[in-house]
């Protein structure tokens, strides 16, 4: 049974720092890319970033590039994302998701974040609330 368990949400101040991770089970991250999206309320999903648990190869949409970072970790099978200078319009539900594509590079990376992981798997979210 494959599963993706994100963990690290919760409450934050404005301009403060989480560090979201998403542990995988049944499935190898190294044949797949893995992204990380968010859904604030009210509002559509939206991608944040993917990597390719091939060569690392990452990929950023543009309003997330400089304050997100994303990484991946083989040993222990988990994607994480360093989330920085955090504010209000970051609140929201915070999802990785998985989809298989082995040797991916960039620009397969970036389809796959820009079109959402049409038959991959999704964890669960991770609540994510920056407030003072």
């Known amino acids: 049974q494959v599963q993706l368990v994100e963990s690290g949400g919760g409450l934050v101040q404005p301009g403060g720092s989480l560090r979201l991770s998403c542990a995988a089970s049944?499935?190898?991250?190294?044949?797949?890319?893995i992204g990380w999206f968010r859904q604030a309320p009210g509002k559509e999903r939206e991608d944040i970033s993917c990597?390719?648990?091939?060569?690392?190869?990452?990929y950023y949409a543009d309003s997330m590039e400089g304050r997100f970072a994303i990484s991946k970790d083989g040993a222990k099978n988990t994607v994480y994302l360093q989330m920085n200078n955090l504010q209000s319009e970051d609140t929201g539900v915070y999802y990785c998701?998985?989809?298989?594509?082995?040797?991916?590079?960039?620009?397969?990376?970036?389809?796959?974040?820009?079109?959402?992981?049409?038959?991959?798997?999704w964890g669960q979210g991770t609540p994510v609330t920056v407030s003072s």
């Open positions: 998701a998985a989809e298989f594509k082995p040797g991916a590079k960039r620009n397969t990376v970036q389809s796959v974040c820009l079109l959402g992981p049409i038959k991959g798997f």
């Open positions: 049944g499935i190898t991250l190294d044949q797949y890319v």
């Open positions: 990597i390719s648990g091939s060569d690392g190869s990452a």
